[in-house]
């Protein structure tokens, strides 16, 4: 059974979150990744698993390697899906700031 992961879902977790950031930079091995946390490996195998399955994160094979970076694309989707969240939201708190030195004028 193949199961579609949703992206929300995914960078939900704050550990899936912390591991798209340490694969920002560079590519690195499942190995590498899981040094970086207090969890047991397959723990992290297992959040891979999820990041991949959602396309957020590639997989090279380098020799008996396999490493992990992240997908631009599918963080560009992301982004233009919340785009237009966070230009209302922006839109809101300038009305707000306006309306707030107004108040401070009067008094």
Not at 28 to 42: C, H, L, Q, V, Y
């Amino acid at each position: 059974m193949n199961l579609r992961r949703d992206v929300f879902q995914a960078i939900a977790d704050p550990t899936r979150r912390a591991i798209l950031l340490l694969v920002a930079s560079q590519s690195m091995t499942a190995g590498a990744i899981a040094s970086n946390f207090d969890t047991a490996r397959p723990t992290v195998s297992k959040h891979l698993q999820i990041l991949t399955e959602c396309e957020l994160l590639g997989q090279e094979q380098q020799g008996r390697e396999m490493y992990y970076h992240l997908n631009p694309q599918k963080m560009k989707e992301i982004a233009d899906f919340i785009e237009p969240f966070r230009k209302m939201w922006d839109d809101r708190f300038n009305k707000l700031e306006s309306i707030m030195k107004k108040y401070k004028t009067k008094k």
